[in-house]
């Protein structure tokens, strides 16, 4: 694992890794959190700490209240014989397809949310943070995901080659489900004409906050508007042709296709720089593509499932074996492309040389949230804040 502080101020992202999660050997919890607004990384550092010890006791109190068997991994047929759970919203789900786990999952981040709401030393009216996390228990995998961060599973394809697979939706608010939930309460949805790709939400009357995701922790300012803190929770039975787990924030995405990333990964020599080599192609990829912006931090968590080193070929698109409605941006490998074969050492240089220069570079910020809503209005527009000391902020 690896994060990296860009050039827009303090690092907002963060992760963590749990091993052994919940007492059971060899499962993981793992993570990445990308704060924004002028507390976000507060609010993510809060979420990072939270969280695990919080999916943790959720957990056990279903254990404890004798519901361990609706937290097994499994679906069982007629003749007992255990088989894989069928995706998330597939066609007839197994009996006890892990309503346990997704329910432990909403719970969590909920009451995660509403500390977060009545905790005075983290000014969350107009910072947030979103969430990727990942339980990896024997040959099963449970996801949840608010706002848009992103996981991708590599896998071998029919000729052997690294496909990716995207495990997670980029929830943003030109998602049509996701803008008429925020449109129902009232909450605006557009795009402001000079970014014309970027749809944000905002608030009823004020051209603000300019949120640039449908779900996240904190944004209270929003919360009465459509923004949820409600994770979408997947499930994947791996199989023995799955080989890591990336798990980044929007940082890597941004400047990065899901079939870059997994050749990147796949050709990394040590398995324990993976994520920091992947950082490192990110950076340099934001200078070419987004040349007059600041480089967003990056938080990159790579699990791998096998022993061994990844073979290393090329890559193809996700044609099949995606979940239905999934997004899936990778391209596949032009002929002749080097990248992921450059020499190491060339691309962790771009890490060095970017941390050298100034973090007060001149170039556009691509930022989540616009404008921090000012305090007399925001008192007015939701309860959670109204004792809070007015002030007004301006998001850098």
């Keep these: 694992m690896f994060c990296k502080r860009g050039r827009k101020g303090i690092n907002q992202d963060t992760l963590t890794v749990w091993e052994d999660f919940n007492g059971e050997k060899g499962a993981f919890f793992c993570g990445v959190f990308d704060g924004h607004g002028p507390a976000g990384h507060r609010v993510a550092q809060h979420v990072r700490d939270?969280?695990?010890?919080?999916?943790?006791?959720?957990?056990?109190?279903?254990?404890?209240?004798?519901?361990?068997?609706?937290?097994?991994?499994?679906?069982?047929?007629?003749?007992g014989q255990e088989n894989g759970e069928k995706e998330r919203r597939g066609s007839n789900p197994g009996t006890c397809f892990l309503s346990s786990w997704e329910a432990s999952f909403v719970k969590s981040f909920k009451e995660i949310d509403e500390e977060l709401s009545l905790d005075s030393s983290i000014d969350s009216f107009c910072s947030g943070s979103t969430a990727v996390t990942m339980i990896k228990q024997g040959d099963h995998l449970v996801i949840a995901n608010l706002g848009d961060s992103r996981a991708v599973l590599c896998t071998r394809g029919q000729k052997n080659q690294p496909v990716p697979i995207q495990l997670t939706v980029d929830l943003k608010p030109n998602i049509k489900s996701e803008a008429d939930r925020i449109k129902k309460c009232k909450g605006r949805v557009f795009a402001m004409d000079e970014e014309p790709e970027v749809f944000r939400v905002w608030l009823p009357d004020e051209n603000c906050p300019g949120l640039a995701m449908a779900r996240a922790f904190g944004d209270f300012c929003l919360k009465d508007y459509g923004l949820?803190?409600?994770?979408?929770?997947?499930?994947?039975?791996?199989?023995?042709?799955?080989?890591?787990?990336?798990?980044?924030?929007?940082?890597?995405?941004?400047?990065l296709s899901n079939a870059e990333v997994v050749r990147i990964v796949a050709s990394t020599r040590k398995r324990s720089m993976a994520a920091k080599l992947l950082v490192a192609h990110a950076v340099l990829a934001w200078k070419t593509k987004y040349p007059g912006c600041k480089i967003d931090d990056c938080a990159v968590v790579c699990l791998f499932l096998k022993n061994g080193r990844p073979?290393?070929?090329?890559?193809v698109n996700n044609?099949?074996?995606?979940?239905?409605?999934?997004?899936?941006?990778?391209?596949?490998?032009?002929?002749?492309?080097?990248?992921?074969?450059?020499?190491?050492?060339?691309?962790?240089?771009?890490?060095?040389?970017?941390?050298?220069?100034?973090?007060?570079?001149?170039?556009?910020?691509?930022?989540?949230?616009?404008?921090r809503v000012p305090r007399p209005k925001a008192a007015a527009l939701s309860r959670r804040n109204s004792a809070k000391k007015p002030k007004q902020i301006e998001v850098p």
Excluded: C, H, M
């Design 50 to 79: 939270q969280l695990p010890s919080k999916l943790s006791s959720v957990i056990q109190s279903l254990q404890n209240r004798g519901s361990r068997r609706d937290l097994d991994l499994v679906d069982k047929d007629d003749d």
């Design 228 to 255: 949820i803190s409600t994770p979408e929770v997947s499930y994947r039975k791996l199989t023995p042709d799955d080989e890591f787990v990336v798990l980044a924030t929007d940082g890597v995405w941004d400047a």
């Design 311 to 315: 073979r290393s070929q090329s890559v």
């Design 319 to 371: 044609t099949s074996g995606g979940n239905p409605g999934r997004q899936d941006n990778a391209v596949g490998q032009k002929s002749g492309s080097n990248e992921s074969e450059a020499n190491p050492d060339t691309v962790l240089a771009a890490i060095t040389d970017d941390a050298e220069e100034s973090s007060t570079v001149d170039g556009v910020s691509r930022v989540d949230s616009l404008i």
